[in-house]
Each structure stands twice: as C-alpha cells, then as structure tokens.
RNA sequence: GGCGGCGUAGCUCAGAGGCAGAGCAAGCGGCUCAUAAUCGCUGUGUCGGUGGUUCGAGUCCACCCGCCGCUACCA
C-alpha cells in the first residue's frame, strides 16, 4: 500500500556542465520534499545520472578511457553541485549500476511479452552525420547540413526494434480525461492533449550502431536507446521487478519534475510505456520554465551558461535557493540577473528577516540579559498570532497547489507584519521604563515566537538559514524535529530560553 | 498553416465585467532597538493597437501588430 510522498527530478547527463537551469529542478524537488518531510509524511525524493549513450562513449574514447572510468570521473561533478545546495535526495541512480540494468531487462521483457506486439522490430531510417555519428531530425539541420561540421547528412536505414506509441493514443486521452492534475500547469497540459490527439508515432527504442548502453534480453546485438534506459530510473529506484512491497509503497510517483523541453517525453512516452507493461502511470508530470538570462535560453554557443558555484560563492547556498524559487512564478519561464539577486537578497534576506532577528535578539540582550521572557497574558502579541495562522493557512495551500513562490512569499508577509509591530509597541522605549518592564518582556515575547514560526516556515526553502535561526534563538528541540502544523501554532517558544546572538543572518551585499 | 500563451507603473509581475494593484526601485517624513536598518506617506499608467458588445471593458467578441511555446507541412 503507498504510504510514500515520491518526488523526481531527470537524471542528468554527466558529459554536461551543471548549470543553474538544472540546479533550478534539484532545487524545487529539495524544496518539495522538505516541505512534505515537514508535514510528517515519509518521502523519496530521487536524482541520478543518465550514463548511457554514445555521446559518453565518444567522450572517453577521446580522453582515451574506458566509459565506465569516463562517467566515474564525471558523475562526481554532479553530486558535488547537489552537496553544496542542500539537496537531501534518498536515493542517487546512476543508469550503470546494476540494478537499474535488471530493471530496464525486466520492463523491456515485459512489454516485449505482453501479446500485443508492442515491441517489433522495423527499419530506422534518419539522416545521419558521419562525423558526428548521429542522427538528426530534419529541423536541427543547417541548410541541409549537418549543424556541427556543416557537412551534407545522409539517409541512413538500421535495423532497430520500435516501441508501439502509436497504440496508446486512446488510453493515453483516456488517462488524462480522468486526471486532469496528471500533466501541470494547464498550458503543458493543454500541449501534451494536442500532441496525443495530433496522432502519434512510434518510436526507436534501440541501436547497434554503438554498444555503451543495456542490452535488449532477446536480442544483445541492440543496445537499449535512451527513453526506456533513462525514464525507467524512476521505477528501478522504487523497487520494480526487484521489491515488490517497496514498489507497493511507493509507486506511483507523486510528481515527476523537469523542465518544459522534455515534457513529451514524460507526459506520452513514459505513462505508455507503463501501461505497456502494466504498470500505473506516475501522478504528475510537472513541466517547469526556462531560467532566462538577459532575456533569453541559457546556451553553450553564447556562454551564457552559469554555474551554480558562481552564485553560491557569493551569495551563499540559503540566498541561491531562496531567490530563485520566490523570483520566478514556478512553472513560468523566468529571468535571472545579477541586480535582481542582489535586490532580492538585501530587501527580503538582509534588510527583512535577517534585520528582524538582529533587531529582536538586540533588545533581548539589552533588557533581558538575552532571555526570552514571558508573555504577559494581557494581548500585547496583538494579531501576530492570527497573523501567522493566516501566513500558515496560506502557506500551505499554496505549495498544495505547486505555487513555491507564492508559499515563501506568504511567509514574508509575517516578517513585514512584525517589523510594523515592534514600531507601533517600542519595545526599546517601553523597556526604559521600569514599570513597563512585563510590557516590553511580551512584546519582545512575541516578536521572538514570530521568529521562531518563521524558522519552520522557511526550513524547507532555506534548511541553513532556519537552523541558524533556530539556533541563535536558542531553542533546545532540534528544528529537524519540527512538524507542521503544530510547529506553526503560535506559543511555542519557551520563556526563560536562552537566546545567542550571532553573526548577521545574511550580511548585505553592495553589488 | 493549425492550436495555445503573452503584451498592465522605471523593473518583475498579479488582477479576467463595477473607482487601475503588489513587491522592488525612487522621493518626502517619522523612529533610532536593528545589518545606512525599520515604519508611514507619495503611482495621471494611451492596461500593445483598432473596432465592437455592454449602463459600464485590462477583463467579453472581431481584426491587427509584436514576442513566445507546441505542432504540421513545404523546401
């Protein structure tokens, strides 16, 4: 019985450069697995690399290298960007380890034995480039040339076995009829019904013209090509073919996530493959946007690319992963800039909470030798607590609905609330005032316990940033044991804690 | 060619029949606990264009312009 939140992220191609397009999916999937780990569900969340393909093999031809010692050395390059960016996957696949290979055996096996002939073999006719050893679709031609070297393609026919697509357009309109939330947001959706309805066309799914890649069971001189080697991690991963109580558990996934440009792929090959073997389609496949720079694709040929060290470095891990969920709509494409950063990383982290928490453990220094002090029972909170039950409320309907940035923006609602609160009581006036002292001792209770709902709000988006909160309010319960909604409920904070002011939460940053 | 999306304040965007909005940036004022911070006040914008429906149109309809996505086909 599935019991098990599933979230995914593709598998990345380990020939390539991480760049913040990619760190942009791992990012949303961290955020959406915290986000549920903090509402006490039991979650997978899965990356990995995709280390097959004759693009690899070439590669370590090249360094002169075997390709299992070429994705060795590349696959790590991978894993350190997701180490550096706080990305707390469950599990990590790579498409050459063994287990995925059994699991591309057994699917493959089955809907080769399913009775419907939905694998057969046929004639793959392309137009190929000697040079590159590839195949072009006519659209990525130059003129009638090959892109790359410039050079005429020529019509090419091998032998491949084909997967049956072309038979699943009913039950794929079918599927999608009953499950409108299956593909996300609706404009995706509304492209992929169009595709289906559009009539669709089978497609190769083996090669014999290079070897780095899983043999078919029934026929070894074929390696498997890309979709059903690279899309199946989802269910190796789960246990398929290998466990099936685990697969039971946690199949379907909950929400594929990618960006927009390999939504076919997740949205009509993969939930027909399935259905080919038998298997249930995954929940959700969501299509997020491009990450725009100046206006435009990231690409290699305008080294327009960025690595997400670049902006690490400077903006450290918290801020990275807090600017680009609440910059960008999710789902929409966005633009990144370097002003835009800096404006967003002063105005909401420096200048917004950061300064709240300097400000409030200030005056707790001052008046109360650092101790958090009582609330006195007579109101002096004001709103906030109906304040932060609203921000709550809000907050999690909207990553109920894959709004990410409207979620964390819900949050700073509650920071602006607070900052407008501690002018209109002066603490720091009424503390001066030794008749006043429980007065200001609530004010500032409240304002801390503020703090510390905001902790647990932003821990799924920012884990480093909340747990130095956390810390710096000296809060003894470790903030990873925090469940919403009960963390969220306001007097929680205990009096007589013991706060430590520290270093500024996020120091501002000039340009 | 077909289907779809977008075009709203300097910037990023929300609003989908009823007095043009938010955040940021900018200006002025307050406060001085705080990271030159924070709080308050300040927006006359051909809502891409034209024409229409309506008592009333960013909002609905038609056409047009400019971007973009998916898809088809020709070469």
């Known amino acids: 019985m599935k019991d098990t939140f599933y979230v995914t992220t593709p598998i990345y191609y380990p020939n390539d450069v991480p760049h913040i397009g990619h760190a942009y999916t791992s990012v949303a999937a961290d955020i959406i697995a915290r986000y549920h780990r903090l509402r006490g569900e039991r979650v997978f969340h899965l990356t990995g690399t995709d280390e097959h393909g004759l693009k690899l093999q070439r590669a370590a031809e090249a360094a002169g290298v075997d390709p299992r010692t070429w994705v060795d050395r590349m696959e790590p390059r991978w894993r350190e960007v997701w180490s550096r960016l706080d990305i707390a996957y469950d599990d990590y696949i790579r498409t050459t380890e063994p287990r995925h290979e059994a699991a591309v055996a057994q699917l493959l096996q089955a809907v080769y034995e399913n009775g419907r002939d939905d694998i057969y073999p046929g004639i793959y006719e392309g137009l190929y480039c000697v040079s590159c050893e590839l195949y072009y679709g006519e659209s990525d031609l130059e003129g009638g040339n090959c892109p790359i070297h410039g050079r ?46 559009g009539g669709l066309q089978d497609f190769s799914i083996s090669r014999t013209s290079f070897h780095w890649g899983i043999p078919l069971p029934w026929d070894p001189r074929h390696v498997c090509y890309v979709w059903f ?9 789960a246990g398929y073919g290998s466990d099936p109580e685990r697969f039971g558990r946690m199949w379907p996934a909950d929400v594929h996530l990618m960006a927009k440009d390999i939504l076919r792929q997740h949205a009509v090959y993969w939930p027909a493959m399935l259905m080919a073997a038998g298997v249930e389609p995954a929940r959700q496949v969501w299509a997020h946007g491009y990450l725009l720079v100046g206006g435009e694709k990231m690409s290699k040929t305008k080294l327009t690319g960025i690595h997400p060290f670049e902006l690490i470095d400077h903006f450290g891990v918290d801020s990275y992963r807090y600017y680009f969920m609440r910059e960008i709509q999710f789902g929409q494409d966005g633009n990144f800039s370097w002003e835009s950063m800096v404006e967003r990383h002063n105005a909401d982290l420096a200048n917004g909470l950061g300064n709240l928490l300097s400000r409030v453990l200030a005056m707790l220094a001052a008046s109360f030798e650092g101790r958090v002090p009582p609330p006195d029972g007579t109101g002096a909170e004001g709103d906030l607590p109906a304040v932060a039950a609203d921000v709550l409320g809000r907050y999690e309907g909207h990553f109920g609905r894959m709004e990410l940035s409207s979620a964390v923006g819900a949050a700073w609602d509650l920071v602006g609330r607070v900052n407008q609160y501690l002018v209109e009581r002066e603490p720091w006036k009424v503390a001066r005032d030794p008749a006043r002292q429980e007065e200001a001792g609530a004010v500032l209770y409240a304002a801390a316990e503020a703090l510390r709902i905001l902790a647990v709000l932003i821990s799924p988006v920012m884990p480093g940033a909340a747990a130095r909160v956390w810390e710096q309010l000296g809060i003894a319960a470790p903030l990873g044991a925090q469940r919403l909604p009960e963390a969220a409920a306001w007097g929680g904070l205990a009096p007589g804690t013991v706060t430590r002011r520290g270093e500024a939460l996020f120091p501002r940053i000039d340009a």
């Open 152 to 197: 005429p393609v020529e019509l090419l026919r091998e032998e491949n076995y084909f997967f049956r697509l072309s038979a699943y357009r009913d039950r794929l309109l079918e599927h999608y009829e009953h499950h409108p939330e299956a593909v996300q947001p609706e404009v995706r959706r509304n492209e992929v019904l169009s595709v289906i309805r």
């Open 229 to 237: 080697d690279a899309l199946t991690n989802y269910i190796t991963a």
